[in-house]
């Protein structure tokens, strides 16, 4: 289970004040697009996952698609699916290598 920083650099400029005071910058913002920290995991995954292993990582939820596909690349032979939050948005990406 990874929950990687998946906000953009301007999502991060439109937080609230509360959270951005709060919460470091650095546990919040995967990158530029928010989508660059985890497509690094996903890329670096496959040589450390065992067989019959399970990774899910949390993402924005217009990110969930981008990511898919990273997914793919990376794992072009895996069972590979977005699931919903409560409130019916992507958001965890689930793939079994």
């Known amino acids: 289970m990874a929950n990687l920083p998946y906000v953009s650099e301007p999502d991060w400029e439109a937080l609230a004040p509360e959270i951005r005071a709060h919460e470091p910058r650095s546990a919040l913002v ?29 993402c924005g939820d217009l990110q969930a698609d981008a990511l898919r596909i990273e997914a ?26």
């Open 72 to 97: 793919v690349r990376a794992f072009p032979n895996a069972w590979i699916e977005v699931r919903q939050d409560l409130a019916g948005l992507d958001r965890v990406l689930q793939i079994e290598p």
């Open 30 to 58: 995967g990158g530029r697009a928010g989508t660059e920290t985890i497509a690094r995991l996903l890329a670096q995954a496959p040589a450390h996952l065992a067989p019959r292993s399970l990774l899910l990582c949390e």
